[in-house]
Structure formats: C-alpha cells, structure tokens
C-alpha cells in the first residue's frame, strides 16, 4: 500500500473510530477516557473499568503507530508528511500517557484494597478478570507475609486480619468515602443532602467540594464529573 493511501485510510480510520454519532453526548473515546481517567484519579472508591472503551483505544494507537512506521520507512514522503508524523506521534504519546496513567491509578487502588475487593462482591463486578485474579494473588501474598512475619507469634484470638475490636481501626483497609471531592456539574442534578442536614443544589457547570459518598451516584450516572 502506497504511504499517502496509508495516510488516507488511516484518517478515515481516525474519523470513524474517534467520532460518536451527533446524537452521543459522551463525546469521543479519547474525551470519555479523559474524563473516567480524572474520575478514577480523584475518587476514593474503585470506579467500575472501561474494558472496551480501553480496548478501543489501544486498537487504534496500534493502527496509528502502524501508519506512522511505514511513512517514517518510506524515502518518498515529503516533508510536509514528515511535520504530519510528529503531530500524530505527538497525539499518540498524549493518550498513552493518560491510558498509562488510568491503569495504573487504578492497580494503585487494587492493591490497597485487595483484602476488601475479595470479601466485597460489588466491588469485584466492577474490576477486570485480570484486575480480579490479580487483586486475589495481592491479597493471598499480603495475608501470607503478614502471618509469617508477626500473626503466628500471636494468640489465636488475636492471629486474624479479620477482627473488628472495638475502638480500634479495622485491619482491612476499605475506600474512604467521607473524603471530600470536587464535583463539576455536567448538567442540571437532583437536589442532594449533606451530612450536616443541609441541602445543594447544583446546576451545570456548577463545581462542589461535597463528601464523596454524597456524589458517588451522580458520578456513576455521568451527571457530574471529578475535578
């Protein structure tokens, strides 16, 4: 295939992969990913994964990166096409680095709550099977480490990671959602309670710091965004 045929195949690859109907108002992939992605940085909770929109994505890096070579190999192409291969190597590394940046905000949150994602169903719907079976083998290591290193030379009563004494921080961390976040109103929301008793109402493009628990629904019907 000839390098501007390439080119052109692969910006229509770029329209039809990258566009939404008029009628979608998420907006295109890379917007959707952008937004989970600062959604997933800024919540305390484990957010449910975006597995195809991900895959999407890495389809069309793949294709992209796939263009880009057989330009750069080519000894024809012009240096017109030369300035058009920076920008898309540009635009490739700008979304590699916010996928990046996802997957491993979101293995941060796997590992820290390996122990409450395994003994908590509805967390587990919203991960990966590979980001269960990974949370399962974090856990099975930390309860191995933490028993050989100072639960075996304890009492019974007290060689367990599951005990919830009074008074006494429980042993399984769990995602904290009293954390205040900032929230930015993609549209008109339903008035919310605060803790205090009080009440909020929120209109688009209005931005709240509120508690997280207070938002998380709205987040999870994309009526508000984390910022």
């Known amino acids: 295939m000839a390098p ?17 109907p008029d009628t979608e108002p998420l907006g295109t992939p890379l917007e959707q990913l952008t937004r989970y992605w600062m959604n997933e940085r800024h919540a305390p909770d484990i957010l449910p994964a975006q597995e195809d929109l991900l895959t999407t994505l890495l389809d069309h890096l793949r294709r992209q990166s796939d263009a880009v070579q057989l330009l750069r190999g080519d000894p024809s192409t012009s240096e017109e096409e030369h300035f058009r291969i920076m920008l898309v190597q540009t635009e490739i590394e700008r979304v590699k680095f916010i996928v990046r940046s996802y997957v491993r905000t979101r293995l941060f949150k796997i590992e820290r709550y390996a122990r409450f994602i395994m003994t908590n169903a509805d967390v587990q719907t919203r991960l990966t099977a590979a980001e269960r079976d990974h949370a399962s083998r974090h856990a099975k290591i930390t309860d191995q480490h933490f028993y050989l290193s100072v639960l075996q030379s304890l009492p019974d009563k007290q060689a367990h990671l599951d005990d919830t004494p009074i008074f006494v921080p429980p042993m399984i961390t769990e995602p904290d959602k009293s954390r205040p976040v900032f929230v930015h109103a993609l549209q008109r929301c339903p008035r919310i309670r605060l803790p205090d008793g009080a009440t909020l109402d929120m209109e688009k493009g209005h931005i709240s710091l509120v508690p997280y628990a207070v938002v998380e629904q709205l987040v999870a019907r994309r009526e508000v965004e984390l910022v």
């Open 4 to 20: 501007a045929a390439a080119l052109a195949d692969e910006d229509e690859d770029r329209r039809a992969v990258d566009l939404f």
